[in-house]
């Protein structure tokens, strides 16, 4: 196509297109070629392309939570290796002081060079299975320093003009303890760079590079002017919301995570003065990653389908004091970060939800837990079972939360049971949903999810992160919050209850069960339609006590068929009598 | 099929949610084609119609059809429209969630509006049997009985339909579903039934259920309708088989239909690739894009070594575009073989807009057949690609061929004061944008089917077809560096043509699960024989007697990895075969993703069959009867600011000849349009197709 014929939106559209098959086919690659199930059934990776100065021109619709980090991590391989980098050169760096978020997340980067002109990079993130550390998996969060979590990776060349550099491969197969599992992943995002390498050389040969930079600008450009047009439509004022972690699992007691969002003509400002010092436990999370959590969050309030690159950052500003959960300094612990990103996320859609009564849901449910399993069979050789759980939704101001939903910041999937069953010495119980658990309302939240394991080999470890066992997702508008997660080791027998974050050792045929919360709910649930109640009833989603008791709807017990009348006066008497009691 | 192949009439008949398209085939090779508007409350009727009209038209009786083929909507409206049969599902102690649970992942990102569709058997119709398989089929937990009971108390109770029956690690062990089954069948044998280790013998409990599931779900009423299709056409004294089309582009007999429905979900789009293929092969173009614009949506398909490819997953239901193929859960989940076909929401009838940032987008809402397009004058007020068609002279300003009467100058005032002012560009400009937008749309899809499979676009021709194909395919050729489109004689019923083409085919698949290290050849060898005489025994069992085709193939991953990659196994008693499957695997896992893994252990996880009756070989080309369209004349059209606007003749597709033309040009004809833009050139070939060379 003729481009000089192009007027500028119908170029830009084309090349925004192109940009996000690139990185789509990225992220096919890396998908499709990985070896672990965070990987390739997860997808807790991102794939995404920055231009020769290290902004994040396109990023492939994967994972909201890595968005925002790229840039950072680019800045660091810049900073070292700006005058440096040659062609078929790769780079890697998973230190969280240095560009990282935690340790399990690789950044892999590749210079795309078109002769001997760098053109862009392509970049990967890719949660790798293992980091070695204490606790397999890489994601315990009972260490309580940098150093106890497994190999750090500065900023360092994987490949050096096109040759494998042997002593950093060396240096991770002896530091992992699955070490073909996690180079064949790092082998699957070498992949994905080399296919989005390739694709961003034929679409600049399209366009020339010239034209093709001024596109980037533009797209950028187009990117935060949506932004600022959604920012600049927000009332102006200080919107503040507080949510909390129930503890680091080590010595904390609760948690708090502040933030004040701040509007101010059409820009955005969120500070999270307020929020707890840095603590023990690894659940510190490093300044990229609550930048990220800000942008993603409030990227769902901007219309427009945007252009998923860093312009739409531009007027939004972060304020996170040193030294506190959201912007920890050495040696704090960070492994299990992903916990406090999600609970910022529920504190920023909090603050979001002041802005914007009308759009913004209650809290959802997911994330917050991860879980692995670790050890050796028999004959010595190790397993490593990593997986994180999600979720529902929370109640939304015009339908319910979904129910069994992945968290809106990141976009998992689950794993498939057999698939587990096939390749670890687990088995998985029971997947379902939990009964009178969701955060009712007149828009409920969506119900827990409950994932029970039995443990099949001789010996090994268990480890849980998770949360919400004291400050439960919280509902809006009237909306209430949900049930709390729990953590019951052999349900069936001693039933023992065990804290929200653990390390256990368990043994053949022990049984570990996980409730998650379940999500908050919008508005009075006594203003619920009373046909949606029955039919939750007559789903057994709720039970026909807790529909009487929670929503005021009174049903018969056999036919389940609403009894209008009594359903009237216990909804009347309620009014007159409820408000600050419930 | 014996009476086609000796000699018999042929009747292809496609059926969709706006036209009934059929094609009939004279022993010789001539083919007439009718356009009847389908008839949604009964879709025989349309169809009994359009046959009574061919048949008077060729002057022959109902008896003289040897065959008809069929490529229908039926299941995939059904489900649609959720008006799929009173569904329950059994399944094991604790995972009756599974089908509603999915796999969790957003249709969306940053959609706080999203919605799934709902199950397809609500909670209530799922029921927990208590019994457990491990992964290996070994019985961890023996079935109870009283819970088989109560599943079947509940079943009468609710006045089901049908049922689904779906239990962890079937696959590796039918015994549990089977005990299931005859308890059923033995206290209500009137349920329709649909086992998953009959329909999908294959580890993934979720993909395996929710497939299951859609069986058992439009299962009644593929019945009811091939049942009421079957007795109009006794009626009208045709005795002819009935053979349908499946997703991945095979025949079945009717009576397989009807018990596996689930592979007729894309019989529609399927036809057209089919017919694509077909014509590859009689144009020598081994490597081919086929793409099929209509009203609503474009879709693209490879065919690579006059092979069509074929995945074996696809979503239905869900938004028409997502955005990125990254983006699931939007649709029900299907793991069938279908045709890899990507599909984009883009087509004549899609809405164009204007956003907050000033970007243009086409689609993928569409203005559909009502209230249609703003220059049909029907009720339609939002600009769409048709209208910017219209302005841009591309396609006739009053009438077009087909008959249908059009405004010009109404669809030109919708792209003026909907896209021209707020773009701030002149209405050529703004409608030539549209355009080129909706090219873009295509490549979309054409680069879903290619570069994101690995392939260059630039080694494929394009054979472009459908109401709109024509008119946009060479335009978006070139944005991809594509140098050559072809398009067929009767493009707008191309499909219908694409149901004659069709061989009579059976996959099966069933999972293998093994280490390719340890095997011995032999084992494998035996293995995947059976499983190719299985598909062979199907198609005796349907009285196919002729000289069958069986192939090979399995799919493979290296150990861990989540993806397989299908090899096909052409030499099963060949020595070395487990040699010779790592190599092709490695050889074919370096083309996709640019690397190979030597020494890492190779895993056989499913083994394939598929068995064919080959069309006869001498077969004559279908060759469509055609109408001269007289109305030789020609238009200003407009092709971007460099060129403006320039004098194009409108001819009639035979006025070409061998001798190459230049664009611009425009070729109409009843069915569709066809453009050379500037800069391209136009031929005949022998066979009547409009052969486009594109310049770079």
């Known amino acids: ?582 | 099929m014996s009476m086609a192949e000796a000699g018999g009439w042929r009747l292809g008949v496609d059926v969709g949610g706006t036209f009934t398209d059929l094609v009939l085939l004279s022993p010789d090779g001539r083919a007439t084609t009718r356009k009847v508007l389908s008839t949604t409350a009964n879709y025989a009727d349309a169809i009994l119609q359009g046959i009574r009209e061919l048949l008077a038209g060729a002057g022959i009786a109902a008896g003289a059809i040897a065959e008809l083929i069929h490529g229908t909507t039926v299941a995939t409206n059904a489900i649609l429209e959720r008006r799929g049969a009173r569904t329950g599902l059994v399944t094991t102690d604790g995972f009756r969630d599974l089908l509603e649970i999915g796999r969790i992942r957003l249709s969306r990102l940053y959609d706080m509006d999203q919605q799934r569709p709902v199950p397809l058997v609500r909670r209530r119709w799922r029921f927990e049997v208590d019994e457990r398989l491990d992964h290996k089929g070994n019985v961890l937990r023996p079935i109870d009985q009283h819970s088989i009971d109560r599943a079947i108390d509940a079943v009468r109770a609710e006045d089901l339909e049908a049922l689904a029956i779906c239990l962890v690690h079937a696959y590796a062990n039918p015994a549990h579903e089977r005990a299931v089954a005859e308890a059923i069948r033995a206290r209500l044998p009137g349920l329709h039934l649909t086992l998953s280790s009959e329909v999908l013998p294959e580890i993934r409990e979720f993909e395996r259920t929710s497939t299951t599931v859609t069986n058992a779900y439009v299962m009644p009423v593929i019945d009811l309708y091939l049942s009421a299709l079957e007795t109009q056409l006794d009626s009208l004294g045709m005795a002819a088989p009935i053979l349908i089309m499946q997703s991945n582009g095979g025949v079945m007999s009717s009576r397989r239909a009807r018990q596996r429905p689930v592979q007729l979900i894309e019989s529609g789009p399927a036809a057209g690739v089919i017919a694509a293929a077909a014509l590859a092969r009689r144009v020598g173009a081994p490597n081919v894009i086929s793409v099929d614009m209509g009203g609503t949506t474009a879709k693209a398909s490879v065919i690579e070594d006059y092979e069509i490819k074929r995945s074996n997953e696809f979503e239905i239901g869900g938004p028409i575009s997502q955005g990125s193929r990254l983006n699931k859960g939007g649709g029900y989940l299907l793991r069938t073989p279908a045709i890899d076909i990507a599909e984009v929401g883009a087509g004549g009838g899609s809405l164009v807009t204007v956003d907050d940032a000033g970007a243009l987008h086409v689609g993928p809402q569409s203005a559909g057949a009502v209230p249609g397009p703003v220059c049909y004058g029907l009720g339609g007020t939002v600009a769409t690609l048709t209208d910017a068609n219209v302005t841009l002279g591309y396609l006739a300003q009053d009438r077009l061929p087909s008959g249908l009467v059009l405004s010009a100058e109404k669809g030109r005032q919708a792209i003026a004061e909907q896209i021209a002012r707020p773009l701030r560009l002149s209405i050529d400009e703004a409608a030539h944008g549209v355009y080129l937008v909706g090219c873009a749309g295509i490549a979309r899809a054409v680069r879903a089917v290619t570069v994101e499979r690995g392939r260059d676009p630039r080694d494929f021709t394009i054979i472009a077809f459908g109401g709109n194909g024509p008119l946009l395919a060479a335009e978006m050729a070139r944005s991809l560096e594509i140098g050559s489109v072809l398009v067929p004689l009767a493009p707008g019923v191309f499909s219908a043509i694409g149901l004659l083409e069709a061989d009579v085919e059976h996959h099966l698949v069933k999972t293998f699960n093994r280490s390719l290290d340890g095997l011995v050849d032999g084992d494998l060898a035996r293995e995947l024989s059976e499983l190719a005489a299985e598909a062979r025994d199907l198609m005796l069992a349907e009285g196919h007697t002729q000289q069958l085709e069986a192939a090979s193939a399995v799919d493979a991953r290296y150990a861990g990895q989540s993806f397989e990659l299908t090899v096909p196994v052409p030499h099963l008693d060949a020595p070395g075969l487990a040699a010779a499957i790592a190599e092709d695997f490695g050889r074919e896992h370096e083309r996709t993703y640019g690397h190979r893994a030597p020494g890492d252990p190779i895993q056989i996880v499913n083994l394939r069959a598929v068995a064919r009756v080959p069309q006869a070989a001498e077969r004559r080309a279908i060759r469509p009867a055609t109408e001269p369209n007289p109305n030789q004349t020609q238009r200003l059209a407009y092709f971007g600011p460099r060129l403006g606007r320039l004098a194009t003749p409108v001819i009639d597709r035979f006025d070409l000849g061998k001798e190459p033309r230049s664009g611009p040009l425009l070729i109409e004809e009843y069915d569709a349009t066809t453009l050379v833009p500037p800069g391209c050139v136009a031929e005949l070939d022998a066979l009547g197709n409009i052969i486009i060379r594109v310049e770079a």
């Open chain 1, 1 to 582: 196509m003729d481009a000089r014929e192009l007027s500028d939106p119908i170029l830009l559209e084309l090349v925004k297109h192109a940009l996000d098959a690139i990185v789509d086919e990225m992220a096919i690659a890396l998908v499709r070629t990985a070896y672990s199930n965070n990987l390739k059934n997860s997808m807790d990776m991102s794939c995404a392309l920055c231009d020769t100065q290290g902004r994040l021109i396109a990023q492939g619709m994967t994972l909201p939570l890595h968005l925002g980090s790229i840039p950072d991590a680019m800045h660091y391989f810049l900073r070292k290796f700006g005058d440096s980098v040659r062609p078929g050169d790769v780079f890697i760096l998973n230190d969280p002081y240095e560009g990282g978020t935690h340790l399990p997340d690789f950044y892999i980067v590749k210079p795309v060079y078109r002769g001997c002109t760098l053109v862009g990079w392509a970049a990967t993130v890719g949660h790798q299975l293992d980091v070695g550390g204490m606790t397999p998996g890489g994601n315990g969060c009972d260490a309580t320093e940098i150093f106890q979590e497994g190999l750090r990776i500065p900023p360092l060349r994987l490949y050096e003009e096109g040759r494998p550099v042997d002593a950093v491969f060396a240096f991770i197969e002896r530091n992992v303890r699955v070490p073909r599992q996690v180079l064949g992943d790092v082998r699957a995002q070498l992949s994905a760079c080399s296919a989005g390498e390739k694709a961003l050389l034929q679409l600049i040969e399209k366009y020339g590079a010239e034209r093709f930079a001024a596109c980037l600008d533009a797209l950028l450009d187009q990117a935060e002017r949506l932004a600022r047009n959604a920012i600049r439509a927000m009332p102006d004022g200080r919107y503040d919301f507080e949510d909390w972690i129930d503890d680091d699992g080590i010595d904390s007691g609760e948690i708090p995570i502040k933030v004040t969002i701040t509007i101010v003509g059409d820009r955005l400002i969120a500070d999270f003065t307020g929020s707890a010092p840095q603590v023990k436990g690894a659940i510190n999370s490093p300044m990229p990653f609550t930048k990220s959590a800000v942008y993603a969050c409030v990227r769902h309030l901007i219309g427009g389908d945007p252009p998923n690159n860093e312009g739409y950052f531009r007027p939004i500003e972060v304020i996170a004091p040193q030294g506190t959960i959201v912007n920890p300094v050495m040696p704090a612990a960070v492994a299990a970060r992903g916990l406090t990103g999600f609970r910022a996320a529920n504190a920023i859609f909090g603050a979001l939800a002041k802005i914007a009564p009308d759009r913004v849901f209650a809290c959802e449910m997911g994330g917050d837990t991860g879980v692995s399993f670790g050890g050796y069979d028999a004959d010595r050789r190790p397993f490593v079972f990593l997986e994180f759980l999600f979720g529902s939704w929370g109640g939304r101001p015009t339908r319910d939360g979904m129910d069994a939903a992945s968290s809106s910041v990141v976009n998992f999937s689950n794993n498939p049971i057999e698939i587990v069953e096939a390749e670890y010495p687990l088995l998985i119980e029971r997947y379902g949903y939990v009964q009178d658990s969701e955060g009712a309302g007149e828009f409920r939240g969506g119900s827990a999810l409950v994932r029970q394991y039995r443990f099949l080999e001789a010996e090994g470890t268990l480890q849980v992160r998770a949360d919400r066992q004291k400050h439960l997702p919280y509902g809006l508008q009237g909306g209430r919050s949900g049930t709390p997660s729990t953590n019951i080791l052999n349900p069936e027998g001693a039933a023992r209850q065990l804290p929200s974050k653990f390390r256990h050792t368990v043994r053949r045929d022990d049984v570990f069960r996980h409730a998650l919360a379940g999500a908050g709910g919008w508005g009075d649930p006594f203003n619920r339609d009373p046909e949606l109640v029955a039919f939750d009833v007559a789903e057994g989603k709720v039970s026909i006590k807790r529909a009487r008791q929670e929503y005021g709807v009174v049903l018969d017990p056999i036919t389940n068929s609403i009894l209008t009348e009594e359903t009237k006066k216990l909804r009347q008497s309620a009014h007159s009598g409820r408000g600050d009691k419930r």
